[in-house]
């Protein structure tokens, strides 16, 4: 066997993620909370001017804060211990929540289409200074959560939802502006509604992506990035014992910690722990494999174990 007999077989450091969670959870709290207090501006001046950028982002703003409150929960739960009903812990609640989010965003970005859809087709007036002023102050708020959430685990699918989100907030901020810059000038007010179609689009696109993360987890696909193929052509290649491999299954528990099982059939008799234990460090060192299910057998005869 030309392989190394050590094992580097990964432990899950539990410390280390209510670390990561405890992190998570505070940052997500003060962007809700920077959302939460601006949204409320938000609806009175949308409401005075007459503005749906301001309205839309308004409402962005209110199931953003409902959608941070819904993160936080998941970093919250994240941190729990494993028990005898949840063997693999808490941490896919962050998926679910990263999920729901995502959803959120498609909802709401259709809502702005409607709306825009209805001002396009009777415009009304808006109050052009008015909407300048809350768009400006709405933009410095959003920029201040983006950059609180901005520093967090780029990594983590429940943080990059929550991004997402406060993304948006921006988004409808730049756009509130220009519509009020435009309307100051030339009095165009279907710039308004316009400008609200470009942002829902751009939230479509960020509630797409999350969905389709979240959903590739929760329905316990093949890990991204990851090839079932390229693995048994790899462990076929390493260790020259290895006959066959089949029955492989990989899935992930979260957006960081992957997860397989094999079949492994050998061709002689072998010190079967020590290669299962080969294995285990080549999927870690090579796939970033966490936990690794390796059954050996004896290709023609009764299996050495």
Known sequence: MHHHGHDH????????????????????????????????????GGLISGSLALLADAAHMLTDTAA??????GFRFAARQADETHSYGWGRLKVIAAF???LTLLVLAGWILIEAAQR??????????LLLAVAVLG???????????HGGDHEDLNMQAALWHVAGDMFGSVAAIIAALVILYSGWTLIDPILSVIVAMIIILGGVRIVRSAARILMQGVPSGLSLDAVTRDLITEFEEIQHIGDTRAWALN????????????????????LRAAIKARLQRQFHVDEATVEIHQSKEKPAE
């Open 100 to 102: 729901v989010n995502g």
């Open 120 to 129: 396009l087709y009777a415009p009304q007036p808006i109050m052009g200074e």
């Open 68 to 73: 941070l409150g819904l993160a936080w929960l």
């Open 255 to 274: 957006e960081k910690s992957r997860i397989m099982t094999l079949r492994v059939e050998v061709t002689s008799k072998i010190n079967t722990e020590s």
């Open 139 to 149: 933009l410095l708020v959003n920029i201040i959560a983006f950059r609180v959430l």
């Open 9 to 44: 077989s990964h432990h899950h450091d539990h410390a280390g993620m209510i670390e990561d969670t405890t992190d998570g959870r505070q940052r997500v709290a003060i962007a809700g909370l920077l959302t939460f207090g601006f949204m409320i501006a938000e609806i009175i």
